[in-house]
């Protein structure tokens, strides 16, 4: 069981930036694929980006590649979200998940545990 709580969402003017927070419970952490998506209302969550076990193999979603950087410290079992030259299209709930090891899935079925989301606005 992993218990996941993101942190650093806020309201930001467009161009600007952000720094996310999810950090995990349990020893296991460093097992876990980690990925992030994101939800605007009515609206199916999108894959924003993830990251496997070891950090050493990531994936992101066409419209933030080169804007957003996703990282892990498993000493810390917390995984971060860099969002840079951020867009009033970013504007969501961004919510962090685990998902099993040896992939990044990119489907949130595919992932296990969820956080419970943090606001981020992007004012134009």
């Known amino acids: 069981q992993v218990q996941l709580v993101e942190s650093g969402g806020g309201l930001v003017q467009a161009g600007g930036s952000l720094r996310l927070s999810c950090a995990a419970s349990g020893r296991t952490f460093s097992s876990y694929t980690m990925g992030w998506f994101r939800q605007v209302p009515g609206k199916e969550r999108e894959f924003v980006a993830g990251?496997?076990?070891?950090?050493?193999?990531?994936s992101y979603a066409d419209s933030m590649k080169g804007r957003f950087t996703i990282s892990r410290d498993n000493a810390k079992n917390t995984v971060y979200l860099q969002m840079n030259s951020l867009k009033p299209e970013d504007t969501a709930v961004y919510y962090c998940?685990?998902?099993?090891?040896?992939?990044?899935?990119?489907?949130?079925?595919?992932?296990?545990?969820w956080g419970q989301g943090t606001q981020v606005t992007v004012s134009s």
């Open positions: 990251i496997n076990w070891s950090g050493s193999s990531t």
């Open positions: 998940a685990a998902g099993p090891p040896g992939w990044v899935p990119t489907r949130s079925y595919e992932y296990n545990y």
